[in-house]
Nanobody, 121 residues
Framework: VQLQASGGGLVQAGGSLRLSCAAS????????MAWYRQFPEKQQREVVA????????NYADSVKGRFIISRDTAKNTVTLQMNSLKPEDTAVYYC???????????????WGQGTQVTVSS
């Protein structure tokens, strides 16, 4: 599974950005699609929003009411609409999927390449 993320960039506080991620390949079925982020000087990534197959989305408390995650099952894409951005949202954002692969027991996780989001004050 290959993930190609797009979007991101520089925006002023209060502005909006839209991240998109497309999964490609064959022999898999996507169960979970999500966005994580990694803050500068932090090694660990934190979950921003998750949308499992056939279930409601869940959000980190810090982004509830501002970010919206959506997925297009037919196109294998996931989008993160980020509104009312704050300087503390500045991070590298990563697309994540967990898939069922043919002949493999359990889920397999894949990460996108990361895209920088910078929010200026």
């Amino acid at each position: 599974v290959q993930l190609q993320a797009s979007g991101g960039g520089l925006v002023q506080a209060g502005g909006s950005l839209r991240l998109s991620c497309a999964a490609s390949g064959s022999g898999y079925s996507i169960h979970v699609m999500a966005w994580y982020r990694q803050f500068p000087e932090k090694q660990q990534r934190e979950v921003v929003a998750v949308i499992p197959s056939g279930a409601d989305a869940n959000y980190a408390d810090s982004v509830k009411g501002r970010f919206i995650i959506s997925r297009d099952t037919a196109k294998n894409t996931v989008t993160l609409q980020m509104n009312s951005l704050k300087p503390e949202d500045t991070a590298v954002y990563y697309c994540y999927v967990a898939v069922w692969r043919s002949g493999v027991v359990g889920l397999t996780a894949y990460w996108g390449q990361g895209t920088q989001v910078t929010v200026s004050s």
